[in-house]
Every structure is written in C-alpha cells, then in structure tokens.
C-alpha cells in the first residue's frame, strides 16, 4: 500500500534561516504529491503539489520537486519568517486507492524572531 | 476559489446525545468528501469518503452506524456522530474534491473541535 514518511520534528529554526522537510513515499502507482500546511486550530491548506516526475511545486517561496529516482518530495525554503510557524503534511493521492490520500505525520515547524 | 466550509467551528455536549457537523464548499461541486479526525499534535486519520448520492465508504475500525454520513447534494455533506461519548472528543476536518478539476488535491474545511462531557 501507499505510504510517506515525514522527517521528525519539532523543527526550530531563527528568523531567515533556510528550511528543508524531508517526505519519501512509496506508492504502487503514479501518485500526485501534496505539501498541505496547518496553522493551529484550523483546517489544513494546500500549500503547493506536483503531479509527474520532475514537476515542481511552488508557492509562498516554498519548494518542492518530485523525484522519481528517490521516491522523494522535500520541502525547501529559503528565507522562513515567523508567520511560517505551523504543522507541515506532505501527502499522496493516486488513482489506485480511489484518489484517497496517503498523508504523512506532519512535521512541527517554530520559527523564532 | 475552492473554500470549503465547516459548521459548527466548535460544539459542545452532553454525553449520550448527537451532534452533526456540516461540511459546504461554496464555490464548487464536491463530487467526492472525505472526513477526517485528528488527534492531538497527531496526523489526520480518514474515517469515511463520501460520494454525492450513494452511501459512505468507511475505513476499516469506523463505526458506520456511530458516525452517519450522508452527501445529499454536490455542495454538501453532513457528519452526525450519535449517543456521543467522552472518547468521541476530537477535532473533525472534512475536505472535498472538485469533480470538474479532475486533480487530486484536497480542499480542506476549517474543522469542528467537538467535545463530548
């Protein structure tokens, strides 16, 4: 079956500094690639996706390119601000499991001023 | 585009009673739901996909008859949870799927934090 595994947090990073979330996956099929982002209290939003090898997803100066070769979606951006403090999902959706989605743990990001 | 609404944001009640939640999106037909609960610092768990007009699909360990979901109209549909009990407390999260897109991202509701006393 499908699955994605999220690097562990919490993640504490200064104001500016460069982030990276790891997410690998394994999915039978060809599966979209979702980073979702939850602010506390709410709902999840989505942040950025890819749907094909080498596609990559951007949005709000967040990145992330899906790798075919290692299974992999990252999260990167260069400059964090404070307002990025959340819990970050990286998910998988694919026709093979009736387009549920697969998501990940979650990675808790703090970014201090 | 793509909002998804969510009503109540937040309930309250006793134990043994019921409580429905709805899920809306407002500005596109959701041919496909889903509802979700998370647990504390935890990731989402699907209980139940919900297609507009036949009956909810349940994952495996959902309780259908506890947790009733109907998808009455492609803008619409409702989560009631019965003879609520303490354990059923969580935050609920609905999403939808816009048919006509065919992608599959997931457009998420604001949540409903229920708690049951």
């Known amino acids: 079956g499908n699955s994605v595994t999220q690097m562990e947090g919490p993640v504490t990073l200064s104001e500016e500094a460069f982030l990276t979330i790891n997410c690998t996956y394994t999915?039978?099929?060809?599966?979209?690639l979702f980073w979702y982002v939850q602010y506390p209290g709410e709902g999840l939003q989505l942040l950025l996706k890819a749907t094909k090898a080498d596609d990559k997803g951007s949005n709000k100066g967040f990145e992330a390119t899906y790798r075919k070769e290692t299974t992999s979606f990252h999260l990167e951006k260069g400059s964090v601000q404070v307002s990025d403090s959340a819990v970050y999902f990286c998910a998988l959706s694919d026709q093979a499991n009736a387009g549920k989605s697969t998501f990940g743990d979650g990675t808790t990001l703090t970014v201090k001023p | 585009g793509a909002v998804v609404s969510q009503h109540p944001s937040r309930v309250i009640c006793k134990s043994g009673t019921s409580v429905k939640i709805e899920c809306r999106s407002l500005?596109?037909?959701?041919?496909?739901m889903f509802w979700y609960r998370q647990f504390p610092k935890q990731s989402l768990m699907l209980m139940a996909t919900s297609n507009e007009g036949s009956k909810a699909t349940y994952e495996q360990g959902v309780e259908k008859d506890k947790f009733l979901i109907n998808h009455a109209s492609l803008t619409l549909s409702t989560l009631t949870v019965t003879s609520a009990h303490p354990e059923d407390s969580s935050f609920y999260i609905c999403?939808?799927?816009?048919?006509?897109?065919?992608?599959?991202?997931?457009?998420f509701g604001p949540g409903t934090r229920l708690t049951v006393t």
């Open positions: 999403s939808a799927r816009d048919g006509r897109a065919g992608g599959y991202e997931q457009y």
């Open positions: 500005d596109f037909q959701a041919t496909t």
């Open positions: 999915a039978t099929g060809y599966p979209s």
